[in-house]
């Protein structure tokens, strides 16, 4: 602990590392095309529950879930651009990274869908 070196809190700092997480969301939309998708299911899932006004635990759910893929997406994409940049060439452990980190959007997607269908389907009958 004798090495980390303590700052003063300073405004100024974290609104510009809010700058920065912006900065971050709008280049992953400019680059990743799986971004359109997930907004696209965002606004679909989030339409769906305002036309059946889910209550307050389901939209809790919604959002739960619906965070979770995002955040899933954006580490994997931040893990993809980091193993292309440290290692440009094919590798099977950088392949394996990567499709590790895929895996893992996948299971946030499915644990989503599994969610909206059981909140969603008994509404439909």
Same mark, same amino acid.
């Given at each position: ?11 100024i ?5 809010i ?22 299911s965002?606004?679909? &899932?989030?339409m769906?529950?305002?036309?059946f #006004?889910?209550? =307050? ?5 919604i959002?739960? %879930? *619906? !965070?979770?893929?995002?955040v899933a997406?954006?580490?994997?994409t ?7 940049h ?7 452990? &950088?392949k ?5 980190a #895929?895996?893992? =959007?996948?299971l ?5 869908? %599994? *969610? !909206?269908?059981?909140?969603?389907i008994?509404?439909?009958?």
């Amino acid at each position: 602990m004798d090495n980390i070196k303590t700052q003063k809190f300073s405004a100024i700092k974290r609104l510009q590392s809010i700058g920065y997480a912006v900065s971050g969301i709008l280049s992953f939309f400019k680059t990743q095309h799986n971004a359109i998708i997930h907004l696209c299911s965002t606004v679909t &899932v989030v339409m769906a529950g305002l036309f059946f #006004a889910i209550p =307050v635990n389901e939209w809790l759910s919604i959002i739960l %879930v *619906t !965070g979770f893929v995002w955040v899933a997406e954006i580490f994997n994409t931040a893990i993809e651009a980091i193993m292309d940049h440290l290692s440009p060439e094919q590798h099977p452990k &950088v392949k394996y990274i990567k499709d590790v980190a #895929a895996a893992a =959007v996948l299971l946030a997607a499915v644990t989503a869908v %599994v *969610t !909206g269908a059981l909140i969603f389907i008994p509404k439909l009958f």
